[in-house]
């Protein structure tokens, strides 16, 4: 019995197969004692556990800000949107106050921060304005990649939503191609 005490006290609480590994009797034959309270306790140490745990997970992961509800969701998501267009909007204007591009781009990129690349077909320098185009789109993204990062990093909203619109926001550089 001894050992038994001394095992458990150093180790803690011991886990149901170490408790059912214990022999059923001495080496002088007679049955160990307290090994049915020692199971028994094992068996409701390890089922307390299980269901403290269990019930309080679920809980707890809410809280973590991990999973959220797709409402939630949803609504970041579109919250966020208009705040790194307004960022994107802020900075093509601050660059059209410098006249640093010329206003045909400015105003297809402040139009059309959300849409794709489209060849320009009505101007007979499209290329340069194309280019000029992918150069201010590509400046607008930096911009609005920089303000997700700042909004997540003030921990306004969750790294879900982050990792969405920043994936979004990677799309659209992409399919400006390189220059």
Do not use: C
Not at 34 to 43: A, E, K, S
Not at 89 to 116: F, I, K, N, Q
């Amino acid at each position: 019995m001894a050992v038994v005490v001394t095992w458990a006290g150093t180790r803690g609480v011991m886990p149901l197969a170490a408790a059912l590994s214990k022999p059923l009797t001495t080496d002088s034959g007679t049955a160990l004692t307290g090994r049915p309270l020692l199971l028994v306790l094992t068996t409701a140490v390890v089922v307390f556990a299980f269901v403290v745990q269990g019930l309080s997970l679920a809980g707890v992961v809410r809280r973590s800000g991990l999973v959220l509800e797709p409402e939630h969701t949803a609504r970041e998501e579109a919250d966020i949107r208009d705040t790194l267009n307004r960022a994107g909007l802020a900075h093509v204007d601050e660059l059209a106050t410098l006249e640093v591009m010329p206003e045909t781009v400015v105003a297809r990129v402040r139009s059309g921060l959300s849409a794709r690349l489209e060849q320009s077909t009505d101007s007979s320098d499209g290329s340069s304005l194309d280019a000029a185009y992918r150069q201010l789109r590509k400046s607008v993204i930096a911009v609005q990649s920089a303000e997700l990062h700042r909004l997540y990093d003030e921990h306004r909203i969750s790294d879900t939503t982050r990792r969405r619109l920043q994936h979004d926001l990677d799309r659209q550089e992409a399919a400006l191609g390189r220059q």
